[in-house]
């Protein structure tokens, strides 16, 4: 893969649809690194199908993000002529939406980075791939140390991993029990990266409009199923109107669910123009990875999701078969309406 990099001229950089720390971290942080290994006038591009979420703009080199919605057919001639693809934080090209054709497409050379479950593997010509790690960006720390040393690692590109391993885990809570992912924490803290200021930047981001719909959603939006330990918010697009919310408002919102101590699943529905998304999450033994590859999505053990198209109501009811709710009565709160 050295090899792949300094003798390609056209290296294309993508992650999934609807960025997380994750993704806009190890995209960042490859890119940067790359920046540096690329020895001759190498064109290095980062894409995203839907463009960097605000939150992470304080990102070195987010600025450099082409944006697939915006510039669609500019995007598919990048990964068409591209000569080299690494495809981050994503296990299947569907991850990638609508630009999934262009890069199955792509002769370019395919390598994935990622740590999620089942990666399509026949769609790449290298696969870095390990389920047990926290993240795509502790992968990518332990791949460039095995590449380059640490001839290319530096604060700009420690802040962006630490911010994949650090968004991924919780804050190091959970799908953090490998010592690994604290050794890369210590490293990438070494290269004098502020934990603090990326938490802050990280949690502390809500706009007023965003906790008064919190304490909607709370309110008025949530069903809580004690005997079956589950939990379930649901928003229509008229809910997510009046608040003027956008789904980045929305991250998150799913893990209040798992705050409840009985709750061991919880799940957030979230009417979209045309289709619905759903966010799984889940503690104990529950596998939501699993339930959402019913409904055709996947993820984590963990934390997964999926895309379904069809109407609110239907996506609900097939969400609370899933959970075995479906049919029983949630607990009675205080002003529910
Ligand atoms: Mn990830």
């Known amino acids: ?155 700009e590109v420690a802040r962006c991993l630490y911010t994949g391993l650090r968004t991924d885990t919780g804050g190091f809570a959970f799908s953090c029990s490998q010592p690994s992912c604290f050794d890369a924490a210590a490293l990438l803290v070494s290269y004098d990266i502020r934990p603090a200021e990326i938490h802050n930047r990280i949690v502390n981001t809500f706009s007023y409009n965003r906790m008064m719909f919190y304490g909607f959603a709370l309110s008025h939006r949530l069903e809580i199923y004690p005997e079956q330990h589950a939990a379930l918010f649901s928003f229509t697009l008229d809910d997510q109107r009046s608040y003027n919310v956008t789904s980045e408002d929305m991250e998150g919102l799913v893990n209040y669910t798992l705050m409840m101590e009985p709750i061991e699943v919880g799940a957030l529905v979230r009417e979209e123009q045309g289709k619905t998304k759903v966010s799984l999450r889940a503690k104990g033994d529950v596998d939501v990875n699993l339930l959402a590859k019913q409904l055709g999505g996947g993820g984590h053990t963990k934390a997964a999701g999926a895309t379904c198209f069809m109407s609110m109501d239907e996506t609900v009811k097939k969400v609370k078969a899933l959970m075995g709710v479906e049919g029983q009565e949630p607990l009675k709160t205080i002003s529910a309406s």
């Open 1 to 155: 893969m050295r090899q792949q990099v300094c003798e390609t001229q056209k290296i294309v950089l993508l992650s999934h649809v609807n960025a997380d720390g994750d993704a806009c971290g190890s995209l960042l942080g490859c890119m940067l690194m790359l920046d540096q290994a690329a020895k001759q006038a190498q064109k290095i591009v980062p894409i995203l199908p839907n463009g960097l979420p605000k939150s992470f703009g304080w990102l070195t080199g987010s600025d450099r993000i082409v944006s697939g919605e915006r510039e669609l057919t500019l995007c598919q001639s990048l990964i068409e002529e591209a000569d080299l693809i690494l495809c981050l934080d994503l296990n299947a090209p569907s991850r990638i939406d609508f630009l999934q054709e262009a890069l199955i497409k792509s002769n370019a050379f395919k390598v994935l980075v990622d740590h999620h479950h089942n990666p399509a593997s026949e769609y790449f010509n290298l696969v870095f791939s390990d389920p047990e790690i926290s993240s795509t960006c502790e992968l990518l720390l332990w791949l460039s140390l095995e590449l380059w040393g640490r001839d290319y690692l530096n604060s």
